[in-house]
Every structure is written in C-alpha cells, then in structure tokens.
C-alpha cells in the first residue's frame, strides 16, 4: 500500500534542480499535492537559513531532501541532520535523501538520515547524464569538453532514472530503509563520452583532461564567481577520481526495468537542440 495518499502534501527541496523539477514534475502528473520549495519559493526555503526549515514543514507528511550546494562540503550532513530532526518532530514520516557515492559527508548524511525516526530511503547517484545539457552545454556546444577526470570511468546515471526511483521511494512503502546506489549501465571516460556526445550532434566534441586549477579558471573566465569555481573544481576532482567507477543495480532493484544508457541520452537531447550552434548574424 502507498505510504503517502493523494490528499497528503509531499516537500520537494531544490524543486528548481535538476532532479528535483522531475521530481515534482512527476508527483504532479501522478495527482499528488506538492510543496516545491528553493530559495526563490514562497514558503522560501534556504539551508543556510535554519528559520525557512519550519514553514516548509507544515502538514508535510514526505520529503524529498537535496542539499545545495553539496553534501560534501564541511557541515552539510550536521545541516542535514538538524533539519531532518525537526522534520520528524513536525511529524513527517517520509524522508528520501538524494546522496553521493563514497564523499566523507554525504555518509555522515545518510547515517544522519537512518538514526533520524523517520521511514528513509537513501538514493546514491553517480555523475548525471544532465550535468552535460545543462552545466556544460556551451563546452559541448563548441566542441572542447575540458574537465578533472583524468582517464577515470563513469558510469553516468540519467536525471529522470533519479526522479522515477525518488517518487517511487516517496509515495510506495517497499522501499522504506532501502539504500539504492543509481548508476548507468555501463562505464565511460569522458573521452568516450565526448565521443557519444559528438556522434549524436554530429560533430566532434574532444575532451581535454583539466586539473582543479585549470577548471576552476575556466569556469571563472566564463563568469562564475570565484568561490563557487574553486568549490565546484574541487569537488568534481574529488568526485571524478575513480571511487565511483563500477556500476549498480539500483534503478533494477528499484523500478523492476534497466537504467538509461548514456547514447539514448546523448541522442534524445541533440535532438531537442540543447547543443545547437546558433548561426551567427553577418
């Protein structure tokens, strides 16, 4: 039997992220009641602001919990943990935690999370396909796909495999105390992605092994701010450096059906145009 019925609201954190609009997306269609919730949201709902947590949890009887920036950072999962306290508190029952795979804080997180009260369930994800759309899309676009990963393997995992096990996880009681480690199929380098990536465009797209310094300069030089560049750079180093290169069965175990490969991914969103360049006015 469901856990959540239709006539009780379910919190979606980061309703604006990547997992977190399919997410909602989804319980929507599903005819769930709703609560996305960032910091642009009326309730807002800011981490670093502990005063936003409780308005966002009145009649809540689910939450789906993505912590921005990352649970990897310093402090995230005592944030994590004081926040899922108070949830249990104000009587919420489910708590789905969107978690890395091997980072130091994000354990401390989901240990957090299972001694919390609540009925949990912990999605580990690799790397996403998305982040290729949808925070690389301009390097793709221009066909210089230039990150820390070295030769590492990935074994990305799609966005929308994410969102279909954390509204299964949020709405269906078989997957209470379950930990789900979501990866794709198979294993990539960024140069084989850059390769797949290019085969769907139909142009070539080279990837070019950065260090941390060379990336968080590059992405400074394209305008973002020189904090969120360091912490970015350093964390896909840390998160690219080959813990995560094996795949699982998550979204098998989870959803009965194989997670989506990475060349159906890179087809679908060439398709949609997302790395399209546009033709310049003479």
Same mark, same amino acid.
């Given at each position: 039997?469901?856990?959540?019925?239709?006539?009780?609201?379910?919190?979606?954190?980061?309703?604006?992220?990547?997992?977190?609009?399919?997410?909602?997306?989804?319980?929507?269609?599903?005819?769930?009641?709703?609560?996305?919730?960032?910091?642009?949201?009326?309730?807002?709902?800011?981490?670093?602001?502990?005063?936003?947590?409780?308005?966002?949890?009145?009649?809540?009887?689910?939450?789906?919990?993505? /912590?921005? *920036?990352?649970? +990897?950072?310093?402090?995230? $999962? %005592?944030?994590?943990?004081?926040?899922?306290?108070? #949830?249990? @508190?104000?009587?919420?029952?489910?708590?789905?935690?969107?978690?890395?795979?091997?980072?130091?804080?994000?354990?401390?997180?989901?240990?957090?999370?299972?001694?919390?009260?609540?009925?949990?369930?912990?999605?580990?994800?690799?790397?996403?396909?998305?982040?290729?759309?949808?925070?690389?899309?301009?390097?793709?676009?221009?066909?210089?796909?230039?990150?820390?990963?070295?030769?590492?393997?990935?074994?990305?995992?799609?966005?929308?495999?994410?969102?279909?096990?954390?509204?299964?996880?949020?709405?269906?009681?078989?997957?209470?105390?379950?930990?789900?480690?979501?990866?794709?199929?198979?294993?990539?380098?960024?140069?084989?992605?850059?390769?797949?990536?290019?085969?769907?465009?139909?142009?070539?797209?080279? /990837?070019? *092994?950065?260090? +941390?310094?060379?990336?968080? $300069? %590059?992405?400074?030089?394209?305008?973002?701010?020189? #904090?969120? @560049?360091?912490?970015?750079?350093?964390?896909?180093?840390?998160?690219?450096?080959?813990?995560?290169?094996?795949?699982?069965?998550?979204?098998?175990?989870?959803?009965?059906?194989?997670?989506?490969?990475?060349?159906?991914?890179?087809?679908?969103?060439?398709?949609?145009?997302?790395?399209?360049?546009?033709?310049?006015?003479?």
């Amino acid at each position: 039997m469901p856990s959540t019925n239709h006539n009780e609201t379910i919190l979606v954190i980061g309703a604006s992220g990547k997992t977190g609009r399919r997410v909602t997306d989804r319980l929507i269609a599903q005819g769930r009641r709703v609560r996305p919730v960032s910091r642009s949201t009326q309730p807002r709902f800011d981490w670093q602001d502990p005063s936003t947590w409780s308005p966002s949890l009145d009649g809540i009887a689910a939450a789906y919990i993505t /912590y921005f *920036p990352d649970l +990897a950072l310093p402090g995230a $999962a %005592e944030t994590v943990d004081a926040f899922a306290r108070l #949830a249990v @508190a104000r009587g919420v029952r489910r708590l789905v935690l969107l978690s890395g795979r091997g980072e130091a804080g994000a354990q401390r997180a989901e240990r957090y999370l299972q001694n919390s009260g609540a009925d949990w369930t912990i999605v580990r994800c690799a790397f996403f396909n998305q982040n290729f759309d949808e925070n690389f899309a301009d390097s793709v676009r221009h066909g210089i796909l230039g990150m820390p990963a070295g030769d590492t393997a990935e074994p990305f995992v799609d966005a929308d495999d994410i969102a279909d096990v954390v509204v299964a996880a949020l709405t269906d009681d078989r997957h209470i105390g379950e930990l789900y480690e979501l990866t794709g199929p198979r294993l990539l380098t960024l140069a084989e992605a850059a390769q797949e990536l290019g085969d769907a465009i139909g142009r070539e797209v080279r /990837y070019v *092994p950065l260090n +941390a310094e060379e990336f968080g $300069a %590059e992405l400074g030089a394209h305008g973002m701010p020189a #904090a969120d @560049a360091t912490h970015l750079a350093m964390l896909l180093s840390e998160v690219l450096d080959g813990r995560s290169s094996y795949t699982a069965d998550g979204v098998l175990r989870a959803l009965g059906r194989p997670a989506r490969d990475f060349a159906d991914y890179a087809k679908d969103t060439a398709m949609t145009g997302a790395w399209r360049l546009e033709t310049l006015a003479s």
